[in-house]
T-cell receptor
Framework: GAVVSQHPSWVICKSGTSVKIECRSLDFQATTMFWYRQFPKQSLMLMATSNEGSKATYEQGVEKDKFLINHASLTLSTLTVTSAHPEDSSFYIC??????????????FGPGTRLTVT | QQPVQSPQAVILREGEDAVINCSSSKALYSVHWYRQKHGEAPVFLMILLKGGEQKGHDKISASFNEKKQQSSLYLTASQLSYSGTYFCGTEILGSQGNLIFGKGTKLSVKP
């Protein structure tokens, strides 16, 4: 159980275009999903917390107009990188939390999406 | 707020044991442990909740010392498949449940 999928696995796009990444919880409902980015040989950096039916909460320094997050259902959250630039190239990983609040039973990660902006 | 992991890297021979530590300056609700292999997403190992817990699976176990806000991951009789980077993710008490990850501990198991 607790399987999270991401699509696509990798994407190469040209500078200035927008890219959408989907994150799905396949066998459970996730009220809360998280979006991380990871640069080579570095730790995971939280970008935003996505709550179903409400606006995402962004971490300090993350541009909400550039990284659009939509959590339209209990099994789907999307991250859209708008007007992508080469410095946005990174490994983007989503996770979904099993349980809520005090009953949290862990977060499960999707397989990640490698974005390369040329 | 980022938890401190130690050691940064460790090299083992198959069958040897290892301990990875994770320490936070904040009061924690939970500590999560993950293993990540190169080019892949992190894989969930286990979660320890406040109140002090110890748990394990196969030859990997962990403990959470609530008083010290420290967690340790124990790898016993390591196997080649244990190689990877281990991250602890801490959930601060009263937060939204988001995890703050340490910088990772790179574990290499040699035959």
């Amino acid at each position: 159980g607790a399987v999270v999928s991401q699509h696509p696995s990798w994407v190469i796009c040209k500078s200035g275009t927008s890219v959408k990444i989907e994150c799905r919880s396949l066998d459970f409902q996730a009220t809360t999903m998280f979006w991380y980015r990871q640069f080579p040989k570095q730790s995971l950096m939280l970008m935003a917390t996505s709550n179903e039916g409400s606006k995402a909460t962004y971490e300090q320094g993350v541009e909400k107009d550039k990284f659009l997050i939509n959590h339209a259902s209990l099994t789907l959250s999307t991250l859209t990188v708008t007007s992508a630039h080469p410095e946005d190239s990174s490994f983007y990983i989503c996770s979904a939390r099993v349980g809520a609040g005090g009953s949290s039973r862990g977060q499960y990660f999707g397989p990640g999406t490698r974005l390369t902006v040329t | 707020q980022q938890p401190v992991q130690s050691p940064q890297a460790v090299i083992l021979r198959e069958g040897e044991d290892a301990v990875i530590n994770c320490s936070s300056s904040k009061a924690l609700y939970s500590v999560h442990w993950y293993r990540q292999k190169h080019g892949e997403a992190p894989v969930f190992l286990m979660i320890l909740l406040k109140g002090g817990e110890q748990k394990g699976h196969d030859k990997i176990s962990a403990s959470f010392n609530e008083k010290k806000q420290q967690s340790s991951l124990y790898l016993t009789a390591s196997q080649l498949s244990y190689s990877g980077t281990y991250f602890c993710g801490t959930e601060i008490l009263g937060s939204q449940g988001n995890l703050i990850f340490g910088k990772g501990t790179k574990l290499s198991v040699k035959p």
